[in-house]
């Protein structure tokens, strides 16, 4: 099918604004002697339609987030690129089977309840892993979900008890300031977590998803191997 003038035009100016944030992330990484290509870059879809994710892609895009499981099940139904979805957002366990079925994977896990949930719709579906990262409430913000720092630990050796995880890292959301530094310390904050985590525990916890349109720089110098965008290649919705 061919695509339409307004869509060619929206192709083009995502992949403008994709190389934009992808020179920011090459300046960020040279900063801190970090190989760019240790970091992947996601961007977040929530409230844009299938022809947006569909012009993402055409704009090279490969991995997309979305925050609510029902309204990614319904656009990728109608997406017609392939790509990777991970849940971003909270999960109920009412809808862990709708999440294991839908999402390559899960960013979200932040209690022992959602981790047993995920595991059993995995089993009842018959997926052998369900890739998931430790939300971790890093900057301690009572508006925010995830699990504490000093609760991690604990928490990953409930989900190492559950078959069919694969627990591969941690994700953040700072709290809201705009003083960079608030970012920073939670982003060095839950690097340090990381390396103290894989001594304890022994996994590798390669993944550190953090940093958004407003401080994914300060992330990528940070430590960062994921950043969620949306506002920065989409602008306000």
């Keep these: 099918m061919a695509m339409s003038e307004n869509n060619e035009k929206s192709v083009r100016v995502l992949a403008e604004r994709l190389a934009a944030v992808r020179s920011r992330v090459e300046s960020a990484s040279a900063r801190t002697g970090r190989n760019p290509g240790e970091i992947r870059l996601m961007a977040v879809t929530k409230n844009h339609g299938p022809e947006i994710v569909d012009a993402a892609a055409a704009a090279g895009i490969d991995l997309v987030g979305e925050n609510r499981v029902q ?5 990728q139904s109608q997406v017609r690129a392939s790509l990777a979805w991970e849940l971003i957002g909270p999960l109920q366990s ?8 839908h999402f390559d994977r899960i960013q979200t896990v932040d209690r022992e309840k959602i981790a047993r949930a995920l595991g059993r719709a995995a089993e009842e579906i018959n997926r052998p892993a369900v890739p998931v990262l430790l939300q971790v409430n890093i900057g301690e913000d009572p508006r925010k979900a ?11 050796d409930q989900i190492r008890s559950v078959e069919r995880l694969d627990l591969q890292g941690l994700m ?10 608030v970012a920073r310390r939670c982003f060095a904050a839950l690097r340090v977590l990381r390396d103290q985590l894989v001594a304890n525990t022994g996994l590798s916890l ?15 110098e940070e430590g960062a191997t994921l950043i969620r965008v949306g506002t920065i290649l989409f602008g306000e919705r």
Excluded: C, Q, W, Y
């Design 71 to 75: 309204e990614a099940t319904g656009k």
């Design 94 to 101: 009412n809808k862990a089977r709708l999440a294991v079925a």
């Design 146 to 156: 995830g699990v504490s720092p000093e609760g991690a630990e604990a928490l990953i």
């Design 172 to 181: 953040t959301i700072p709290p809201f300031s705009e003083d960079p530094a």
């Design 206 to 220: 390669h993944e550190l998803s953090m940093g958004m349109s407003g401080d994914f720089d300060i992330a990528v």
